[in-house]
T-cell receptor, first 115, second 111 residues
Framework: EAGVTQFPSHSVIEKGQTVTLRCDPI?????LYWYRRVMGKEIKFLLH????????ESGMPNNRFLAERTGGTYSTLKVQPAELEDSGVYFC?????????????FGNGTRLTVT | AQRVTQPEKLLSVFKGAPVELKCNYS??????LFWYVQYSRQRLQLLLR??SRESIKGFTADLNKGETSFHLKKPFAQEEDSAMYYC?????????????FGTGTRLLVSP
């Protein structure tokens, strides 16, 4: 099966610009998650979708971040306007169900650099 | 507060030596603990979870509630074990995979 796909793999933007990250989960996976690793720190949960609905967005840092999952398929994460501290690796993951027996499948991540 | 601590950023061992990657956690309820691994140029993937009590690629991890630890062990390290290892937890009553990760430990196994 095709894995979780993230695009782009790298993005370098200037402070104040807008960037949109995309995640295509494994087909049939209703649960989609966004995580982020800022350099030198732990991987942190951002939010969780079940199909097109946001179930938990408690990890979103602030209102400059907007995640969508229209139609319950792929998801986008927009950062507008980007700040220096937004630099990091953004991971997307999906799972078939939300339970513990349904492991997370991660994408390769998008490395975002804000200069 | 939920927290996972991996005290070692880098662990360097020789092939055939025993390996122990340390993980301590802080959680007020009943946690589920996981180890995730990221090999070079590969994606993050689940290695093992404590509820399965399994051994994957020779690695085992035992949940010690008294010491709040979930250390990852392997008796004889192999070069292909070199990777970044992340310990993670979630609340047992959390219905979805909202994981709290540690900062990771890079394991380097030299020939």
């Amino acid at each position: 099966e095709a894995g979780v796909t993230q695009f782009p793999s790298h993005s370098v933007i200037e402070k104040g610009q807008t960037v949109t990250l995309r995640c295509d989960p494994i087909s049939g996976h209703d649960n989609l998650y966004w995580y982020r690793r800022v350099m030198g720190k732990e991987i942190k949960f951002l939010l969780h979708f079940v199909k097109e609905s946001k179930q938990d967005e408690s990890g979103m840092p602030n209102n400059r971040f907007l995640a969508e999952r229209t139609g319950g398929t792929y998801s986008t994460l927009k950062v507008q306007p980007a700040e220096l501290e937004d630099s990091g690796v953004y991971f997307c993951a999906s799972s078939q169900t939300a339970g513990p027996n349904s492991p997370l499948h991660f994408g390769n991540g998008t490395r975002l650099t804000v200069t | 507060a939920q927290r996972v601590t991996q005290p070692e950023k880098l662990l360097s061992v020789f092939k055939g030596a025993p390996v122990e990657l340390k993980c301590n956690y802080s959680y007020s309820g009943s946690p589920e603990l996981f180890w995730y691994v990221q090999y070079s140029r590969q994606r993050l993937q689940l290695l093992l979870r404590h509820i399965s009590r399994e051994s994957i690629k020779g690695f085992t991890a035992d949940l010690n509630k008294g010491e709040t630890s979930f250390h990852l062990k392997k008796p004889f390290a192999q070069e292909e074990d070199s990777a970044m290892y992340y310990c993670a937890l979630k609340g047992r009553n959390t219905g979805f995979q909202k994981l709290v990760f540690g900062t990771g430990t890079r394991l380097l196994v030299s020939p």
